[in-house]
């Protein structure tokens, strides 16, 4: 599936553990308006089955996850 | 069905209501973390879904929770 | 044994309370209190039991003190980032009162510790942040026969409980066994309200008071839980269970193991 998502920023969180990785997702967020989309790059593992349910939690709504080629994890994320 | 959560009335509209049922009616995140009582006594996991509540029963989540200090086991938190 | 005047000034205010008195006091000063945990529920409680005189405080704990422990492990200061937990607890408890024995272990809760760690102690506080260990904590002060604070916290939430064993229901009785670590949101990723360590941490405190100088009616047989948000306090009455595998009429769990994935057996 490739739809086209226009970028509001991104951040890579690649080496940056939980629960940092999701404090810095969560400052990245707060810089953006409503139905922005933040791009984060996480670690496979425990931040990429952490930090989406999070954000999640926090009302906000997961466009994708795919896992590219470092075995590391794009997510998109539209804040609420 | 009238009935007592953690101490606040709730009002069931369905007639037969299981504990299980009763977790998801109150939006209870994860069953795994709470430990139910019934009128003073615990409802084992196992019999959440057979378990019926009846009228005035006195229900009791008793929730998981950790907190502290992670230096003890060794696991990452 | 005669009390100097400086015994006395110390611990003047609880010496004015009628039901501690200078006998309370003294049991004070002769007890043996284990803090399990030198994070967030045990700084408070390590900083109230040496003002308070426990005359022997064990303390647990492997970690090293890190910046994000700052917020509400009150005990450790920015200077003790770096520092073992233990350290950095003993040295503030002595700059309270020099007066007591603090004995540290930097290690983790092993099933093939744990006996050996607690024995002796009078009575023991569970700060420990993993349900695995809280299970271990339970099982073996059951066995012992050392009484014990459950504690708990997370986001805005805090969750107590006495044991004494042989007498009232223990943590099994409540939980049966540790829930599936799939399900328990880490205290990293959920977060909690600084204060709120305080918060429970000095009602556990409370309790070791209360226990040594026989003041007053425990938290057992007694689940405390509070909501910072509301403010509200619940207290649920907990029924020794027959049933309840360790403290029960036919107990199934007799020896001490550890948990899966616990570091005791990467040690081995």
Redesign the interface.
């Known amino acids: 599936m490739n739809t086209l998502v226009v970028v509001d920023a991104s951040r890579n969180l690649r080496g940056v553990s ?2 940092m990785n ?1 404090v810095y997702t969560k400052v990245e967020l707060s810089k953006l308006r409503s139905g922005q989309v933040l791009e984060v790059i996480l670690d496979n593992g425990a931040p990429i089955n ?1 930090v989406p349910g ?1 954000v999640l939690k926090e009302g906000h709504t997961i466009i994708s996850q795919e896992q590219l080629a470092d075995s590391a994890w794009t997510v998109m994320i539209r804040k609420k | 069905m009238n009935i007592r959560v ?2 606040e009335t709730q009002v069931l509209a369905e007639g037969s209501v299981t504990v299980a049922r009763l977790l998801d009616i109150q939006q209870v995140e ?1 069953p ?2 709470v ?1 139910v ?1 019934r009128n ?3 409802v ?2 196992d019999n959440f879904g057979s378990t019926l509540l009846a009228e005035n029963d006195e229900i ?1 989540f ?14 990452r ?1 | 044994m005669e009390l100097s005047d400086s015994y006395l000034e110390r611990y003047s205010r609880h010496i004015l309370l009628h039901d501690v008195g200078v006998e309370g006091q003294e049991k004070l000063s002769a007890a043996k209190v284990l803090i ?7 700084a408070p409680v390590a900083l109230y039991l040496a003002a308070a005189g426990v005359g022997t405080i064990g303390i ?4 090293l003190v890190e910046l994000s422990n700052l917020q509400r ?1 009150v005990v450790h200061f920015t200077r003790d980032i770096g520092a073992p ?1 233990v350290d950095s607890a003993r040295q503030k408890m002595l700059a309270i009162n020099p007066e007591l024995i603090v004995k540290t272990y930097q290690d ?2 092993c099933a093939a510790n744990i006996r050996e760690v607690i024995d002796g102690y009078d009575f023991v506080v ?9 299970f271990l904590i339970n099982d073996a002060c059951v066995m012992a026969g050392i009484p014990f604070s459950h ?4 986001r805005f ?3 107590t409980m006495t044991v004494v064993p042989g007498r009232s229901a223990c943590y099994r ?4 066994t540790p ?2 670590s799939d ?7 959920a ?2 309200l600084g204060a709120i ?1 305080g918060m ?1 941490g000095t009602i556990q405190a409370t309790e070791v008071l209360k226990y040594i100088t026989g003041v007053g009616d425990l938290l057992t047989d007694t ?1 405390l ?1 509070f909501n910072a948000k509301a403010m509200t306090f ?1 207290r ?4 020794r ?1 027959p049933a309840c595998p360790v403290c029960g009429e036919r107990p199934t769990i007799t020896k001490l193991v550890d ?1 899966e ?4 057996d ?1 040690k081995r």
């Open positions: 939980c629960p999701l952490n999070s | 953690n101490g994860s795994d973390m430990s009582q003073g006594d615990f084992e996991r009791e008793l929730y998981f929770m950790g907190g502290g200090a992670c230096g003890c086991l060794g696991v938190c | 399990l945990g030198a994070g967030g529920l045990g647990l704990d492997h970690d492990q937990k983790y809760l569970d700060g420990v942040d993993n349900f695995p260990t809280k504690g708990g916290i997370l939430d805090g969750q009785c409540v939980f049966r829930p599936p399900a328990v949101p880490t205290c990293s990723q977060g909690v360590a429970l689940l839980s619940r649920v009455a907990i029924k269970q948990a994935q616990s570091v005791c990467l």
